[in-house]
């Protein structure tokens, strides 16, 4: 039913939250950690004088609900599960965040750029990300849809979707299609990912042109 999903852990009963909570707190002093290891790392180029000759790239493999929308794990097609951190240090870039959704395929692309082969990737799936990198507004990658997807397993069916900056939509094995309004561009805004709006008339067009870059998408790879 639309608007049955609810915020983080507001559906789990005390002893599940206070499980999920020690869940986290395992999960932060792992986070600082890996983070003080990347800080020994680069202090140790410092000292042998080549961390202005380095580029880092820093990434997770997936991210993880602890909770949200009623779920444990990392196979789910939220922003939860979906959205990885990704962290590029360039000797010349200025510091600063981009909202323009990107993918784990624009990596290779990009490194091969910095290597100074950019004809190599006219045909890769993925976009160089050396335009932001480079500060540059023009080539930089746009706002297009982003494909994301599971090939499902024994417990969770398969799905796939595509993310823009302002919208989240999903189809099921199953033929369920979700479709959530996260910019709040035609209506509320809806950052959780509660509300599905796939079967709002308001929403139409925007499922349409969203389903026609999944195909688009799939069809290319």
Not at 37 to 46: D, I, K, N, P, Q
Not at 121 to 145: E, K, Q
Not at 188 to 199: F, G, T, V, Y
Request: hydrophobic share 40%; net charge negative; aromatic share 8%.
């Amino acid at each position: 039913e639309e608007g049955d999903d609810v915020p983080p852990w507001d559906s789990l009963d005390p002893a599940d939250q206070a499980l999920y909570a020690r869940y986290m707190e395992v999960y932060a002093a792992m986070v600082d950690s890996v983070d003080q290891s990347v800080g020994r790392l680069h202090a140790a180029l410092e000292e042998l004088g080549e961390a202005e000759n380095t580029i880092f790239v820093f990434l997770s493999d997936n991210g993880y609900s602890f909770g949200e929308h009623r779920w444990i794990g990392k196979r789910c097609p939220y922003d939860a599960c979906v959205r990885t951190p990704l962290v590029i240090r360039s000797p010349w870039t200025t510091a600063g965040s981009v909202e323009a959704p990107i993918s784990n395929i624009d990596l290779a692309p990009t490194i091969v750029d910095l290597a100074g082969l950019g004809a190599e990737i006219a045909d890769a799936d993925g976009r160089s990300l050396r335009p932001l990198l480079d500060d540059s507004v023009a080539g930089s990658p746009g706002t297009g849809p982003v494909l994301i997807e599971f090939a499902g397993d024994a417990e969770v069916p398969a799905w796939r979707g595509v993310r823009t900056d302002a919208f989240s939509y999903l189809e099921h094995a199953d033929g369920t299609v979700e479709l959530y309004d996260i910019a709040g561009r035609l209506g509320p805004a809806d950052p959780w990912e509660l509300r599905s709006r796939a079967d709002d008339p308001s929403y139409a067009a925007v499922r349409r042109a969203l389903a026609t870059g999944l195909a688009e998408l799939v069809g290319v790879r």
